[in-house]
Structures are given as C-alpha cells and as structure tokens.
C-alpha cells in the first residue's frame, strides 16, 4: 500500500471516529402556571439534525430523553422546544369512541408547536435539569 493510500486510510478512520454521536442525558420538569403537567410529551427540535422527545411522569418530570433508541440522550447544540398532549393509542378498537380526538391541552395551543412555543433549550455536558414553565 502506498504511504498516500495509507495516510488517506489513517486520515479517514480518525475523522470518522470523531463523528460518533455523544448524546448528552437530559432530564427537567414541565410545569403550566407553577403545577406539574403529568403525561404530555416533550419535543426538543434541533435546526439541523435528530429530534428528541420524553413523556413526563406524574410529578411533570422527564429523565429519559430519547433521539433514537430509548433513553439514550440527545445530541449536544441548541433545542426549540414544543409540549404536546400524550396521545393514547387503543392497539384494539372496539368502538368509534377509540378513534375520537383527544381533548383539547391544558395549556395554550402556541406551546404545540417549537416555532411558537418560545420555549428552548441547550444540551451540553454537565448541564442541570431544564425547567419548562408554560406560563400563559
């Protein structure tokens, strides 16, 4: 093999190996006027990139943000974030009632999409718990 075959190879495999994705855990709380809001699904959307989502427990905590197997963090950079409702999914309808909408947020429906939301947040190692207060 030649030395520019060779330094091409080595030059190849160490760009490569700094492109792995390092996701960062990511955990926080989602509250509406200061109360916890149990059960809706957060939506971190990166400019360029993968999305992140979690569901929030009773308390309105998250811990186990997922990009693209479960839990295993989201990349680092800069988030605009939306909150949806949980959708309940019956996997074996029975009637049309299983088909029907799901009610209407708790909270304002600017927060249902990240370019309205004005919510956002920046993964990065060592960062604390993110807080999301839905204020309106």
């Known amino acids: 093999m030649s030395d520019l075959k060779r330094f091409l190879l080595v030059a190849a495999a160490a760009f ?3 492109c792995g994705d390092s996701k960062i855990p990511v955990s926080g709380t989602v509250t509406h006027k200061g109360a916890p809001l149990p059960n809706v699904k957060v939506l971190m959307v990166p400019k360029d990139g993968r ?3 979690a569901i ?3 308390d309105g905590a998250f811990s186990s943000v997922t990009t693209e197997s479960p839990s295993d963090g989201a990349l680092p950079g800069d988030y605009a974030v939306a909150v949806t409702p949980v959708s309940t999914y019956n996997e074996n309808p029975t009637s049309a009632d299983d088909y029907a909408s799901p009610p ?3 909270f304002p429906a600017k927060y249902l999409n990240e370019r309205t939301s ?3 947040v920046t993964v990065e190692p060592g960062m604390s718990p993110v807080p999301l207060d839905l204020t309106d």
């Open 56 to 58: 929030t427990g009773a």
């Open 118 to 120: 004005g919510l956002s």
């Open 51 to 53: 999305v992140a989502t």
């Open 104 to 106: 209407p947020p708790p």
């Open 16 to 18: 490569l190996a700094g």
